[in-house]
């Protein structure tokens, strides 16, 4: 079973970046196709991009669009968000686990915490 654990997550001020990573587990981590999540304060948690197992094509919330961007690593076991312009709103618990739209989901990993300060 892969297992997932998320870092980097931080305090940083509106219009900031960060840079966040999720590594996974197990030899069988390139065959799924991965997603980030977010769990807002007292909200569910959303979707927020996928990418494929091959890393060819991504996909992204409308929220995030142009602003956060996925990769991954096959090699490393490790999928990247790396998100820039920084709203308060993107404050949440960030998650990676499988795309729901390809497999079902793996056990859910304790998430990063990202705080944007207006």
């Known amino acids: 079973q892969v297992q997932l654990v998320e870092s980097g997550g931080g305090l940083v001020q509106a219009g900031g970046s960060l840079r966040l990573s999720c590594a996974a587990s197990g030899r069988t981590f390139s065959k799924y196709a991965m997603a980030w999540f977010r769990q807002p304060p007292g909200k569910e948690r959303e979707f927020v991009a996928a990418?494929?197992?091959?890393?060819?094509?991504?996909y992204y919330s409308d929220s995030v669009k142009g602003r956060f961007t996925i990769s991954r690593d096959n090699a490393k076991n490790t999928v990247d968000l790396e998100m820039n312009s920084l709203k308060p709103e993107d404050t949440a618990v960030y998650y990676c686990?499988?795309?729901?739209?390809?497999?079902?989901?793996?056990?859910w990993g304790q998430g990063t915490q990202v705080t944007v300060s207006s």
């Open positions: 990418i494929t197992w091959s890393g060819y094509n991504t």
């Open positions: 686990n499988t795309d729901p739209s390809q497999d079902p989901p793996l056990d």
